[in-house]
């Protein structure tokens, strides 16, 4: 389980997250909504040991993010919204270098590489330097590194950006299949479709604060809305005035 416990974080005088209480369980499928800036990014960054917070804490696993980092971040795999590849590694060596990191055992890493190469449609480029791939490889191969050590938690920031349909399908089908082996994903998004297909359940967050947590259903009666979409629930909760048609 993910716990975070009064997790704050200010910039100068900005509140970027605002005292966050919250608990991911096992075997679910998580996703974090809200307007830009409403300090999704910034929680992720915390919850992986990327930032450090103001106040609070994030517990994975019963391993505290702050007092025992090597431990907590062994059982995460962390895919950021704008992803950094060695640009003059190849597909395989990019992976392996990864798998390396984690000290993975090397007599079977190879096989496993070439299983992730193979899963996220890249095994004809495998051998390719990264540099030519385009954008929404280079974003499977990101995928494909943080899956590497298998991950029992995956933290995703804007996992659809960049992927072309066929990507998006696969990536939802193996979403789908990690959550069958008992394997949780957190996600933040503004796909609202994806959202509501895929989650357990969704917190929406805005100015720093959690504002309305439930099933989308459960969103729905939050937001007094019967039977209207996760787009229209979400625009009331986060009191933006809903534009039906412009003329310029």
Do not use: C, W
């Not at 300090?39 to 007092?67: A, E």
């Not at 504002?211 to 039977?227: D, F, N």
Request: glycine fraction near 8%; charge should be negative; hydrophobic fraction near 40%.
């Amino acid at each position: 389980m993910i716990k975070i416990e009064s997790l704050t974080k200010i910039f100068t005088s900005l509140k970027a997250v605002d005292t966050i209480d919250l608990e991911i369980r096992e075997g679910e499928l998580f996703s974090l909504l809200g307007p830009n800036g409403a300090g999704k990014t910034t929680l992720l960054k915390m919850l992986v040991g990327l930032l450090n917070p103001t106040s609070g804490n994030v517990h994975i696993d019963g391993h505290s993010i702050m007092k025992e980092p090597v431990a907590a971040k062994k059982l995460m795999g962390f895919i950021p919204d704008r992803p950094f590849v060695y640009e003059k590694l190849t597909g395989f060596e990019y992976i392996l270098f990864v798998a390396n990191m984690y000290h993975l055992d090397s007599s079977d890493t190879e096989r496993r590489v070439r299983e992730l190469l193979d899963l996220f449609s890249l095994s004809g480029f495998a051998d390719e330097l990264v540099e030519g791939y385009s954008h929404g490889m280079k974003q499977r191969l990101v995928f494909a590194s943080a899956m590497i050590h298998d991950p029992k938690y995956l933290i995703v920031d804007e996992p659809m950006v960049g992927l072309d349909p066929r990507g998006i399908t696969l990536l939802k089908a193996i979403f789908r299949g990690m959550k069958k082996r008992g394997k949780t994903i957190l996600m933040s998004t503004h796909d609202l479709y994806v959202a509501e297909q895929l989650s357990d359940r969704i917190a929406i967050i805005d100015q720093g604060r959690i504002i309305a947590l439930g099933t989308a259903q459960e969103l729905r009666e939050q937001a007094g809305i019967k039977g209207g979409t996760l787009e229209s629930v979400f625009l009331k909760l986060t009191h933006e005035d809903i534009v039906e048609e412009l003329e310029l």
